[in-house]
């Protein structure tokens, strides 16, 4: 298949200028100025902007928590992000007792109905001199990132020391590390309280788990990177307070990276204090206004790398079906914690949401600019990654992971037009203008306008190796 995508406008991490862009297979053959070939199919990109696809380095697909699983899965959720623009997604495999390869080989299944490429980070949620000796076959997979928790106590944390010996030998592999920062013993402790004091309500899922606890264990993580001399990437960053840490390490010398996700932008612990304010339940928490705009300064001052989605959907009410692809769906969600906010899912919805909010909202009112938008989507990613510049660029030998971007569409925002499989759109009834209108995969194009044109095992693994330290 040849395509030739004409008069558009190159959006990159760096420029902005008109091409010429000829696909011949996967790749993107030539850039330039009035290409031609006689067997093209010809794409009018008159007036659109053409960027290089999504990459999300941060979803939770299928995965289980509670007494449920996420409602997306490797087939709905990369369905979802390819209706926004997003063509690469990072989902985190579950460390298994059984050890790695086993672990791996769980995700690969799930996988095995991916509709865009998709790669995975192992959760390191275990440590002993075993997984230890291990660590380095993950590698050799194309699995080129560990993630850590400093929260969970009992469950997904492990402690400081691991996690220091663990980024020495991240380094020793050229692995990169992966850190969801608050206070684990602190949560416990408020948790405990607010339960005995007949706390049950959502706002104490933000109360139990204050900013305070991102901003240190943020500060604590760049400390072992340093001292470990071994690169961290803070996920979800939610806290001003956060970015403050991520500035001072940075300015130090610190090889320490940070991503947002939209939520944290845009909602507060009020959102929680609705009667329906389970819907923004996730960890960490929602937090200010004042927060909100420091995390914009990060992303406008070039403080922060990424923007991530941390997409984990569940449905409000789950005891109700939706419909999807002509089914009825139910999956248990929000409603198990209505008694107990310890109950609730923790996760949002967003995988699709992410670039058409940030566009509006951040590019469209002058908070980014749109090679900021490119760097932070796609670019920033793929390099820190180890994609780059296979994905993330629009150059000639990269895929034809290609978005063609319509910057004049409006829209209403919602459940309406979302291909996430739940049943609430935390964006609902956002007036939008621009939109994706044609998002390429590897030379083929997955979605015209409204229609869905991939299909189940389009999405290929990507094996990463080493990636960039921005
Ligand atoms: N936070 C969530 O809210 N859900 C999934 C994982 C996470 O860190
Ligand atoms: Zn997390
Ligand atoms: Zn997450």
């Known amino acids: 298949m040849i395509t030739l995508i004409e008069n558009g406008t190159l959006v990159t991490n760096l420029e902005t200028f008109q091409a010429d862009i000829l696909i011949e297979g996967e790749i993107i053959s030539q850039i330039g100025k009035d290409l031609q070939h006689p067997n093209a199919n010809i794409v009018d990109a008159t007036g659109k902007f053409i960027m290089p696809g999504g990459v999300d380095p941060h979803v939770h697909l299928d995965l289980p928590m509670f007494d449920t699983v996420s409602s997306d899965d490797h087939y709905t959720g990369h369905k979802a992000a390819a209706f926004g623009g997003t063509t690469t997604v990072m989902d985190f495999v579950v460390l298994d007792d059984k050890g790695f390869d086993y672990s791996v080989d769980v995700w690969m299944k799930k996988a095995e109905k991916a509709a865009i490429d998709y790669s995975f980070h192992m959760n390191l949620t275990n440590f002993n001199d075993k997984i230890a000796k291990d660590i380095p076959s993950l590698m050799k997979m194309g699995i080129q990132t560990l993630k850590v928790f400093t929260a969970y106590n009992g469950r997904l944390r492990i402690d400081d020391g691991s996690i220091f010996k663990a980024l020495r030998i991240a380094k020793e592999n050229g692995m990169l590390m992966m850190a969801h920062c608050e206070n684990g013993d602190v949560i416990e402790t408020l948790v405990t309280d607010a339960l005995m004091a007949g706390h049950t309500t ?58 947002t996700c939209p939520q944290y932008l845009f909602f507060t612990i009020d959102q929680l204090r609705q009667p329906d304010g389970a819907k ?31 997409h984990c959907p569940f449905f409000m009410d789950g005891t109700k079906p939706i419909v999807y692809e002509g089914s009825d769906v139910f999956i248990a969600g929000k409603e198990l914690g209505k008694d107990d906010f310890t109950k609730i899912p923790n996760g949002l919805p967003g995988i699709q949401d992410r670039m058409p909010i940030l566009w509006t909202y951040g590019v469209g009112v002058g908070r980014i600019t749109a090679n900021q938008f490119v760097a932070y989507m796609s670019t920033n990613p793929a390099k820190i990654f180890g994609l780059y510049p296979r994905k993330g660029a629009l150059a000639v030998g990269s895929d034809a992971d290609i978005v063609i971007w319509d910057p004049a569409k409006k829209m ?35 979605v015209d306008g409204e229609e869905w044109k991939g299909s189940r095992g389009d999405g290929k693994f990507l094996k990463r190796s080493t990636g960039e330290i921005l």
């Open 202 to 259: 959502p706002e104490y899922h933000a109360f139990t788990r204050p900013a305070w606890g991102a901003v240190e264990a943020t500060l604590r993580m760049a400390a072992m990177a340093e001292q470990a001399d071994s690169p961290v990437y803070v996920v979800h960053m939610n806290a001003g307070g956060e970015v403050d840490m991520l500035k001072y390490a940075r300015e130090h010398g610190v090889k320490v990276m940070g991503e």
């Open 280 to 310: 923004w339940v996730c960890s960490p928490p929602m937090r200010t206004k004042e927060d909100n705009a420091r995390l914009w300064e990060g992303l406008s001052d070039g403080i922060l790398q990424t923007i991530g989605t941390d």
């Open 412 to 446: 209403k925002h919602g459940v309406a037009h979302s291909h996430q499989r739940t049943d609430y759109n935390l964006y609902e009834g956002w007036d939008l203008t621009g939109y994706p209108e044609k998002v390429f995969l590897r030379g083929k194009l997955i």
